[in-house]
């Protein structure tokens, strides 16, 4: 979701050297950023799922010794108190950041979070806020990952010969609040195969094989392929030889809309309106309920634990095969998917 301001900074600097600090479960990803010079891993234990992270004070000490590179602008595109410490201790001329999460006195500037409108809107407005006056007219950069050729060969060596269309499939919602029922996966990887003669590509990390698993069983094995375990890069070019991706709101959802596959993307507690894709061929299934979209991911309703909440219980297999249908209809119709990002 931090691309399309990364391509803005780059637009309005060109000549200039970006470094990124990211998580170890981002930094493959973020090498493929076009225009990244430097790659920075710091691992916030606020962030990182399953791996111990730093802790705050760590993080901060860590942050100090990047003082050395004299960094002309810091920029965290996180809101929070301790990301903006630690963007203060780098010890920039200039720093910028959104005062929402607390810390906003630790920077030059310091923009609102507006939890209404989407990440990404939010993103490049801090950075149109930074770059203001840099140059007259930034020239138009992409913001689509820009995978190792190598790492395209393996995914295509992977896919070579199998019947189109191919639909990736990731059933893992990454917490229980955002998990769709894996039976219901499996009734749409069954309707893929027999409906639409389609291969059908499970993603997801070693954790995910023996889901996958169970739900291949329901479909001929002939349609369908584990690729699961693979790194962020792999998975990612495999992605971008998909013609669609069906899955929760995750994080292969945004890696997809990055390399400009289209998504089929089922949504329940998570708000779209801050983390949904946007290509112009993407679809979020979402039914309307007064608690939904709550966003209560970290901390959900008591009510909403130890079984599927209400607000994806109630989206139907028939509504995201309907969905699948409109997005492989709309690829037919122009002869292979688009790669336009929103």
């Not at 770059?131 to 995978?147: H, I, K, N």
């Not at 995201?320 to 209809?329: F, K, N, P, Y």
Request: positive net charge; aromatic residues 4%; charged residues 20%.
């Amino acid at each position: 979701m931090a691309l399309p301001a990364l391509a803005t900074l780059r637009a309005a600097a060109p000549s200039a050297e970006l470094d990124l600090v990211v998580g170890s479960w981002n930094s493959e990803i973020a090498r493929a950023i076009p225009g990244v010079g430097r790659v920075e891993v710091l691992d916030a234990h606020w962030l990182a799922r399953g791996q111990r992270g730093r802790t705050a004070r760590s993080l901060v000490l860590a942050a100090r010794r990047l003082k050395s590179r004299r960094y002309d602008v810091a920029i965290n595109f996180e809101p929070d108190i301790r990301s903006n410490a630690m963007t203060a201790a780098v010890g920039a001329r200039w720093t910028a950041g959104f005062s929402s999460g607390g810390g906003g006195a630790l920077l030059d500037l310091a923009l609102p979070f507006d939890a209404t409108r989407h990440t990404s809107d939010n993103l490049v407005d801090l950075a149109h806020a930074v770059t203001a006056g840099w140059c007259d007219q930034p020239a138009a950069v992409d913001s689509r990952l820009q995978l190792d050729e190598a790492v395209r060969r393996r995914a295509a060596e992977r896919l070579a010969g199998v019947p189109a269309p191919i639909v990736a499939m990731h059933v893992n919602g990454g917490r229980a609040i955002k998990q769709w029922p894996l039976d219901r996966f499996a009734d749409v990887a069954r309707w893929l195969a027999e409906a639409k003669h389609a291969t059908v590509v499970f993603t997801g990390s070693e954790q995910d094989r023996a889901p996958n698993a169970v739900i291949r069983t329901s479909i001929p094995a002939a349609t369908a392929i584990d690729v699961a375990g693979v790194g962020l890069g792999e998975a990612a070019a495999l992605l971008e030889r998909c013609d669609l991706l069906v899955t929760g709101d995750t994080g292969p959802m945004h890696l997809a809309h990055a390399v400009g596959t289209p998504v089929v993307a089922v949504f329940g507690p998570s708000d779209p309106r801050r983390y949904a894709p946007r290509g112009l061929r993407d679809r979020i299934v979402r039914i309307d309920l007064p608690c939904a979209p709550c966003n209560r991911i970290r901390q959900p309703p008591r009510r909403c634990i130890g079984h599927t909440p209400d607000c994806l219980a109630g989206v139907s297999v028939a509504a995201v095969t309907a969905a699948i249908d409109e997005v492989l209809g709309s690829l037919d119709a122009r002869g292979g998917k688009s790669p336009t990002i929103a």
